[in-house]
């Protein structure tokens, strides 16, 4: 079974720039969630999905970031513009059921922001 | 406060020694708890999940304790490999999904 796929794997931008990320979720999960974690700290949940409709954004900065699943299935993440302070990773995971089963991880997109 | 707090570390221990991490919450309805593996540079992996009174998977041991809101890891006879950082995590009812900051561990041969 495929995993969960994220790109780009690594994007350098300057402060002020924008960007995109990617994410196809595990074929058939319902649920897709949008982390951002800083080094040395956990996830930080941004946005959750159900399908093509957000669950949670109560932590996603909306004066710059941005994020859609239109079909229910993969969905972007895009900051812009981007600050120092959002260099992180950006992990997307899926679940495929909403109450509380195994999340499964993508390998993250690293952002540097200079 | 947060949702979720870990003790940081970082625990270094000996190869076969028992390790104890500890993880309290701050929403009494949270409904399930997790603990997740993250190697350096690595996604995070599922360790173990956490629903009732706990549950045990070989060499590791979760628990949970509602009273004291709290949930923990143990690890015995500890390998090499087990070198990792360890997030807790709890989901609850608002459909919220929260980790802690990670409890980095390193086995010393």
């Known amino acids: 079974e495929a995993g969960v796929a994220q790109s780009p794997r690594y994007k350098i931008i300057e402060k002020r720039q924008s960007v995109a990320f990617w994410c196809n979720p595990i074929?058939?999960?319902?649920?897709l969630y949008w982390y951002q974690q800083i080094l040395g700290q956990g996830p930080k949940l941004l946005i959750q999905?159900?399908?093509?409709?957000?669950?949670?954004d109560s932590q996603l900065p909306k004066d710059r970031f941005s994020a859609e699943r239109l079909k229910g299935v993969d969905s972007t993440l895009k900051i812009q513009p981007a600050k120092l302070e959002d260099s992180a990773v950006y992990l997307c995971?899926?679940?495929?059921?909403?109450?509380?089963?195994?999340?499964?991880f993508g390998p993250g997109t690293r952002l540097t922001v200079l | 406060r947060k949702e979720v707090e870990q003790d940081p570390g970082p625990f270094n221990v000996p190869e076969g020694a028992t390790v104890a991490f500890n993880c309290t919450y701050s929403?009494?309805?949270?409904?399930?708890f997790f603990w997740y593996r993250q190697d350096c540079r690595k996604e995070p992996k599922l360790l173990m999940s956490?629903?009732?009174s706990g549950n045990e998977d070989g060499r590791f041991t979760a628990q949970l304790n509602r009273a004291s809101q709290y949930i923990s890891l143990l690890i015995r006879d500890s390998k090499l490999s087990d070198s990792a950082t360890y997030l807790c995590?709890?989901?609850?009812?608002?459909?919220?999904?929260?980790f802690g900051t990670g409890t980095s561990l390193t086995v010393i041969p």
């Open positions: 074929s058939g999960h319902a649920t």
């Open positions: 995590a709890a989901f609850n009812t608002g459909n919220q999904f929260y």
């Open positions: 999905f159900q399908n093509n409709g957000v669950v949670d």
């Open positions: 995971a899926s679940s495929s059921l909403w109450t509380a089963v195994e999340q499964f």
């Open positions: 929403n009494s309805a949270s409904q399930s």
């Open positions: 956490v629903y009732s």
